[in-house]
Every structure is written in structure tokens, then in C-alpha cells.
């Protein structure tokens, strides 16, 4: 992406890119307001936040994830209500954090390590394992621990997406954040069964925001409702001429990389391999006062419409009672291998 020097004037920097240009204004304290441009006619806001970061983070995330993404990848890490409160509404009704304080922790598919900076805020006396393919992204997490000053993180570069590092050693938990529907086909075959093999018997594996392949409306990548009801040539084909997202010259295999084939619970069980016994992956069911996941989904919900919101739980109670599939947008999983840290062995069947 080409760049141009900041420009400084009266406590405002401006970095120009090929696609837009972002505003840094300083606040004191610290504190800077981040304003990101798109390109065009209107320079339209493509997003704003307020951060600590020092400049030279806020430039090399840009350079990285480009205007529009600026602030949406600052926020995830230093916003409380993203990932930090996915993780609190969609990991913990399964195992309880105390149990995950002092055990090794690895953030599979960590990207530019905002979810592995929030884990380590998280559980402070853990060691965390970042996990990614993309070196540029891991420079970037190595300055965000720096920033911080977190002692309890290290970052590995993995060596393809089908494979894992060897040495990687065995963990108690393994995160995967935003990272299953991501990963190809035979990705999902080969790499679930060598990351199942790194988690210690009464591990878990904790999984959240991949969207329901058989959801009515296919939003993470096309915006396109009964998408997922297709096969994959007609998706292609509708992907292409009818999303709003100018995705015009993707390949298929773009589009399975951006995501645009999710999963069931099924499916990710079945990926991690055959084994049987004590070892075997087995849904969690969630603590109490939770009944079951699609209480999970609902107590995570604003109170806006609560009461359209309680009849569409118990609807779903009933399809995931007939069906075995939590059938809302993006599955939440807590899958343990044997027993978790902190649970009794309740498998949920499916």
C-alpha cells in the first residue's frame, strides 16, 4: 500500500494512503482520537476511536489492515464490549476463568494478536500462545506486548495452514476466535485432528463467532439471504452478481478463505478426528443457571425486543432438541476432551 510521510500540525497528524487517510488528534493523557477517511469525492468516515496506542502502532496496523479496517482492528483489543465480551458471554457459562488461571492457553489463528492480548488481561497467571500464518500480523502483536508490557505471551509463526509448528507442545485450552470458517477445506481436515492432538485429556476447546452454515442469511461474506442453501456453484455465481460487497472477481476459493462457508457443530466434531474413550470431543453443556447453549445465545442478548426475543428462544430450543444444531447466526462451542477444568463430564448430545 503506498504511503506518504505524516504530516504534523498543532497536535494533529494526518497519514495519507492510497485508499484514504486517517486523522490522529491528540487528547492528552495518553490519549489519541483516531479518525479514519475512505478515498472519494466526500472522504467518508470509514471509522473512529479513541486509543492509547502510541503512532508508530496505529501506522503499522494501517499499513497492515488498510483504512477502512483501522479502527474496527484498534477496537477489538481495546474496546471492553468486543472480543473481551464475546469471550465472558460465549466461553465462560462453560468453564469457569478461575479454572483457566495458570494453565497454558493457545490462541489459534491470532492474527495481529488482539484476542491474544485480551486473553492475557484475562488470565494474567497463564501463559498464552499466539498461533498465525501471516508474519506481518505477528510483528504487529509482538508491539502490542510490548506496548502493554505483558510477560505472560509469546507468538509463534505457523508454517502453513494445514500444519502446525512442531515443538508446539500441549496446552490446556485452545481458543479458535473468529478463525474455523476461515480455514479451507482440507484445512479443516488436516490441522483440527494435529490441534486436537496438542490439548491435554480435560481440556477444552473453545470456538465462537463462526456463522451457522445452514443460518437463512449468510452475512459474514455476502450479505445474501438463503445463500447457504446453495450449492457452491450457484453461490458463486449469486455471490458475484447479486452482494452489495464487490465481490465480483472472486474465485470460489477467495470467498471459502473470506468465509463464506461456515460450519455445524457436527461438522467441527467430526474434524477433529475419530478417537474414542476418555478422549473423545465432546460437547459442553453450559453451568447454571443456563439450561442449555440457547441460553447461552439469549442472555447475551441487549434487552431491546425481549419479548420477540424469548419466543424466538424457545423456538430454537426446539429445533436444537430435534435437530442438535443451535441454529442462530454464529455458533459459540466449548468442546472438551474428556473432562474440561472445572466441569463434571456432561456431554450435550447431538
Known sequence: MSS?????????????????????????????????????????????CETSYPPALIER???????????????????PRSIQRFFESDFLPYVDAADLEG????????????STMVLARMFPRSAVVGLD??????????????????????????????TVPEGLGEFDCIVMSAVFEHLLPEERRSVMPRLWAHLRNGGCLLLNQTPHRFFPFESHTTGLPLLNYLPDRLALVAARRLSSRELGLESWESLLRKG???ATEREILSSLGG??????PTLLSPRRPHRDRVDVWYAALSPRHRALKALCRELLRVIEHRFGTT????????????????????????
Open 4 to 48: 506518504a510521510a505524516p504530516e504534523v500540525d498543532r497536535g494533529r497528524t494526518v497519514l495519507r494512503r492510497s485508499d484514504g487517510f486517517v486523522e490522529m488528534e491528540e487528547l492528552g493523557l495518553g490519549k489519541r482520537r483516531v479518525t479514519a477517511r475512505r478515498v472519494g469525492a466526500q472522504a467518508a468516515v470509514a471509522g473512529a
Open 61 to 79: 496496523i494501517l499499513d497492515a489492515k488498510g483504512v477502512a479496517w483501522l479502527c474496527d482492528e484498534i477496537a477489538r483489543e481495546q474496546d
Open 275 to 280: 478417537a474414542g474413550g476418555t478422549s473423545a
Open 103 to 114: 494453565k497454558r492457553i493457545l490462541d489459534f489463528g491470532c492474527g495481529s494478536g488482539s
Open 327 to 350: 441454529w442462530i447466526v454464529n455458533l459459540s462451542l466449548a468442546i472438551g476432551k474428556g473432562t474440561a477444568p472445572g466441569q463434571e463430564y456432561r456431554p450435550c448430545a447431538l
Open 260 to 262: 463464506i462457508r461456515g
Open 133 to 162: 500464518l501471516s508474519a506481518e500480523y505477528l510483528r504487529i502483536a509482538e508491539e502490542r506486548q510490548r506496548f502493554y508490557g505483558y510477560e505472560n505471551l509469546s507468538f509463534v509463526l505457523s508454517p502453513a495452514g494445514a
